[in-house]
């Protein structure tokens, strides 16, 4: 379970994008002209689908080596997910929505919610609506997540 904040916070199957910023905020050229939230949304994205299919090559680029994060009082590392992902232990499907992005030079952070379907990890049932904190650095001239954070929504 505390796995999951991977699989929320944890959103891509591209892998790493080489991203870098020209002065207007935009990409260099080859990417369409998408804007840098665009394509962390975006990588948001492909890390769900990453999460689900237990693809951990994906995973491996998506988050940097030092990644870390807590879910629900529980921490995890990149490490954990990796083996997590070669293990098979997500099941399901993620629906991600009310996703904002915001950059900060060659730092940022997106928030989010998460809705997990028929979600099992390990085989315990994970399905729920959970948000999300994820922040993200470019290194190198490529943006990763380093840090993330997520709760699952109660209800009362």
């Known amino acids: 379970m505390k796995r999951i904040v991977l699989f929320l916070c944890m959103f891509s199957a591209a892998g790493a994008l080489k991203l870098s910023a020209s002065p207007s905020g935009r990409m260099n050229a080859g990417d369409a002209g998408a804007t840098i939230e665009e394509k962390l949304l975006q990588m948001e994205r492909e890390w769900a689908v990453a999460m689900m299919k237990n693809d951990a090559a994906a995973i491996e680029r998506i988050e940097a080596e030092d990644y ?3 879910m629900d009082g529980f921490p995890g590392d990149r490490k954990g997910d990796v083996a997590d992902a070669k293990s098979g232990a997500f ?3 993620a629906y991600l929505s009310e996703m904002k992005a915001r950059v900060y030079g060659a730092a940022a952070v997106v928030t989010g919610k998460a809705s997990l379907r028929d979600a ?3 085989g315990k049932d994970i399905s729920g609506n959970y948000l999300f904190t994820d ?3 470019e ?3 490529r943006w990763q997540v380093v840090a993330s954070h997520s709760n699952k ?3 009362r």
Do not use: C, D, E, M
Request: charged share 20%; hydrophobic share 30%; net charge positive.
């Open 153 to 155: 929504v109660r209800t």
């Open 68 to 70: 870390a994060y807590i």
């Open 139 to 141: 290194r190198n001239g």
């Open 120 to 122: 099992k990890y390990k």
């Open 91 to 93: 099941s399901g499907s």
């Open 135 to 137: 922040t993200f650095v």
